[in-house]
C-alpha cells in the first residue's frame, strides 16, 4: 500500500501537498492537484492511500437530473448489482454537483468518498465529466455512451443495422410514411436511433417531413404523441418509438382512444428489458439488454482497477424482434 512519503516521490512534490490535495484543502495549485492524483492512480491498489479509509466503492455518477427511476437506469443498476455479488465491492450513487468542495475536481472528490473506480451516466449536456476523469486518468467507465475521451473506458449499443432492419420490416408490409417518436433528452442512444432512421429513409427513398419527428419526455404525455400522429394532414402510416416509454404508453392510450393497433397504426418500439411482452399487442421491437449492459461495464471497470486491460470502448449490437404490433398499412393510405 503506498503511502504519502511514496506519492510525494511520484508526483515530485511535497509530503505537505500530498496531504492537502487528499484531504481536500485550499491553496494547492491545479497543475500540483493533477500530480497528486495521477500518482494516486499509478500506485493504486485496492485499499486507500495512508491512513484514509478502504477505497472500495464503485460509484454510479451523474449530473444535474437523476434518471435511476428510469426502467432503463433500474436494469443497468440491477445488473451492476448482481455484478458485484462477486466482488468486495460496495455501489454508491452519487450526484456529481453536490458535495464538492471549493476548488476539489470530481476524481478528488470521489477519492475522498472513498470510491476506487466509477460508472458514470452522461447526456450530450454532461459529457465534460469524463474530459474531467479522464485528465485525472480516475478509473472510469462511460455506460451507454459512446466516448473517445483518452484513458476512459466505455459500453454502448450499437442499434444501427437493428432499426434498419425494423425499418425494412415495415418497408416490406407496405410502409412509406414512417414518424419517428423520441424522448426529449438527446443523449448518445436516441441521437443515434434518429440518424439510423433519417439514413435509412434518405436510401430507401422514403419522404422526410420535419413534422414526422415528434419528441416526448414520459409514459404519462405518450398520448399527446398518438394524438400528434393521427392529427397530421399527411398523416404516417407507422411510428417508430425510440424510448420503452413511448411505446407502453402508446399501447395503453390506443385502447383509450380506440385506435386499434396495428390495424390503425403500426408500431414498433424500443426495449431493454422484456416489456415488449407485457403490452397489448405485443410491441415489435429493437431490443437491447440494459442489465447486460451493467454487468458488463463493471467488468471492464473492475478490469481496468486492476490493471488487467487499458480502457476502451465495449460495443453490443442491439436487434428486431417483430411481433403483433405491425401489420401492411390501412387501405386508405396504401393507395398513396
Avoid at 435511476?68 to 466482488?87: C, F, K, M, P
Avoid at 410502409?175 to 429513409?201: E, G, M, T
Avoid at 430507401?204 to 405518450?222: F, Y
Wanted: hydrophobic share 35%; aromatic share 6%.
Amino acid at each position: 500500500m503506498p503511502s504519502i512519503r511514496e506519492i510525494a516521490e511520484f508526483a515530485d512534490v511535497s509530503i505537505g501537498t500530498v496531504s492537502r490535495v487528499l484531504n481536500s484543502q485550499p491553496n494547492v495549485s491545479p497543475s500540483a492537484r493533477g500530480k497528486v492524483l495521477q500518482a494516486v492512480n499509478e500506485l493504486r491498489d485496492s485499499t486507500a492511500v495512508g491512513s484514509r479509509r478502504p477505497t472500495t466503492s464503485i460509484a454510479f455518477v451523474y449530473r444535474g437530473q437523476s434518471s435511476i427511476n428510469s426502467r432503463y437506469d433500474s436494469s443497468l443498476l440491477h445488473g451492476v448489482a448482481e455484478e458485484l455479488i462477486q466482488t468486495g465491492h460496495d455501489l454508491m450513487v452519487v450526484n456529481a454537483t453536490r458535495l464538492r468542495a471549493e476548488g476539489e475536481s470530481l476524481g478528488q472528490m470521489l477519492l475522498r468518498r472513498g470510491v476506487v473506480g466509477a460508472l458514470v451516466r452522461t447526456t450530450s449536456l454532461t459529457n465534460s465529466m469524463c474530459d474531467e476523469l479522464g485528465t485525472e486518468r480516475f478509473p472510469t467507465v462511460s455506460v451507454a455512451n459512446r466516448t473517445e475521451t483518452p484513458h476512459i473506458g466505455c459500453a454502448f449499443y450499437d442499434t444501427d443495422q437493428a432499426v434498419r432492419r425494423a425499418l425494412e420490416h415495415l418497408v416490406h408490409l407496405g410502409h412509406r410514411k414512417i414518424a419517428i417518436a423520441l424522448n426529449v433528452v438527446d443523449d448518445f442512444d436516441h441521437s443515434q436511433r434518429l440518424a439510423s432512421h433519417q439514413q435509412f429513409l434518405k436510401e430507401a427513398g422514403l419522404p422526410m417531413d420535419e413534422r414526422w419527428i415528434l419528441r416526448c419526455s414520459t409514459v404519462k404525455s405518450s398520448g399527446v404523441i398518438l394524438r400528434q400522429v393521427l392529427s397530421l394532414p399527411e398523416r404516417p402510416t407507422a411510428i417508430f418509438l425510440t424510448d420503452p416509454s413511448l411505446g407502453l404508453g402508446i399501447c395503453s392510450e390506443s385502447l383509450r382512444l380506440g385506435i386499434q393497433i396495428p390495424k390503425d397504426l403500426s408500431v414498433i418500439g424500443f426495449d431493454d428489458a422484456e416489456d415488449r411482452y407485457t403490452t397489448y399487442p405485443q410491441l415489435s421491437s429493437v431490443c437491447q439488454s440494459a442489465e447486460l449492459l451493467g454487468r458488463r461495464s463493471l467488468q471492464h471497470l473492475l478490469d481496468i482497477i486492476d490493471r488487467r486491460v487499458e480502457p476502451g470502448p465495449l460495443q453490443f449490437d442491439g436487434w428486431f424482434e417483430p411481433l403483433e404490433s405491425t401489420a401492411p398499412p390501412p387501405e386508405i393510405d396504401s393507395a398513396d
